[in-house]
C-alpha cells in the first residue's frame, strides 16, 4: 500500500493508515454531536465513508462557543473532474449548507505543472477554470464560495507561503514527502503554497477563525506539516476530515484521472459512460449459472462500489442491492445497466449545470 499525495497504490488498509497519519477515527459520538447541529447525517458521514479526522472536537468545541469556521478544500488541475473528486466536494458543500460557513477553493496549477513533467502551465490554468465549472455545478453558494488558482491569487498568496516555507526545513519535506536531490526545488516548496488557505481568511479578517478541510486522506502529509508550523505563525491548527476513496473501474486501487479508463470524468458522454462501466471488472462469478447458485461478491465489486459512494444514497435500498447481488438474484448485467442509466442521468444534470457555470464563473473567482 503507498498512500501520497501524488500516489496512491494497492489494497489500501484504512485501519493501518488511521495508525500511520496519527489521525482519529471518526465515532458514533461524533457523529452525534455533528447531527445535533445538522439534525441529520449526510450518508458520507453515516456510511463511514469519511472514516477518520484531526480535532474535529475542537472545531466543535469553538463552533459551540460561539466561533463559526469556514471549509477549505481544493483541487490539482491536471486534466478534468472525475466523480472521486467529487466525494469530498459533495461532503464539504453540505457542511456549507448546515453551517452557513463560507469555502476558500484552492487550484493549485503550480502543484500540476512542477509535478507532473508532461503538462504545461497554460494546460494546468485551462483545466483549472474547467474543474472550477464542476466546483460551481455542485451549487456551491455565490458571495460564500472563493475559488482561486495559485498563479492567478500569487499576489495574496505568496507573501503567506513564504513565512511557513521559511518554518521547513528540506529534511522535513524529505521525510514526509520522500523528496530526492534530483527533485526540483519547486516541488519542495510547494506544501507552502498548499497552507495558506488553512490561514488566509484569519489573516485578512485580522483574527482567529477555525477551518475546517474535507478531503481524502491521501492530501493529509500536507496539513501534517502546516498543523506543526500554524501555531509557530501564531493561528490555529485547521481541523481535517478524511475520505475513503472511490475505487477504480480496473481491479483494486483508486479512481485516477492518469488512468482514464479507471475513471468517469463528469465530461464524459453517455457512450462513453456505457463504455466504461461495461468494461469494468466486477464481484461476478465466471458464469450465469455460477452467478445464481453461488452468488456475486459485492465486497470486491466495484460497480457496487459506485452505488455504495454516490449512486444509491438510500441506505435500505442499498442493502438491497447488496443482499440480491450475494444471494445470485441479481446479475452483474442489470446492475451495470442500472448503474448506467444513474450515472447518466446523474451526468446530464451536472453537465447543465456546468453551461450555466460558465456564465457566472467570475462571481466565483479571486484574482489578485
Ligand atoms: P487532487 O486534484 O488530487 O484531488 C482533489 C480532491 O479529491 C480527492 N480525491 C478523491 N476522493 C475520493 N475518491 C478518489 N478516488 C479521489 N481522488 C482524489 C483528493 O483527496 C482531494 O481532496 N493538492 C491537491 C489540491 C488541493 C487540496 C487542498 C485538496 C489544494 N488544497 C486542500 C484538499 C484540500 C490535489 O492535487 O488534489
Redesign the pocket.
Known sequence: MKVT?WE?EGKIDYDRLIKEFGTKPITSKILKRIEKHTGELHYLLRRGIFFCHRDLDWLLDKYENGESFYL???????GYT?L??L???ILTKWLQDKFDAELWF?L?DD??FLFNQKLDIEDAKKYAYENALDIIALGFKRGKTFIFTDTDYSGELYPQAIKVAKKITFSTAKAVFGFKNESNIGQIFFTSM?SV?AFLPSVKKGKNIPCL???????DP?FRVARDVLPKLGFYKPAIIH?????SLSEGG???ASDPQSCIFTTDTPGEVERKIWNAFTGGRGSLKEQKEKGGNPDICPIYQYYYFLFEQDDKKLKEIYNSCRSGNRTCGECKRELIDRINSFLKKHQERREKAKKVLDKFILKS
Open positions: 499525495p496512491v477549505y478544500t481544493g483541487r490539482g488541475p491536471s472525475h472521486g473528486h466525494i469530498p466536494w484552492q493549485t502543484e500540476k498548499q488557505p478541510i474535507p478531503l481524502a486522506i491521501d492530501q500536507h475520505s475513503k476513496f472511490m475505487p483508486k479512481m485516477s
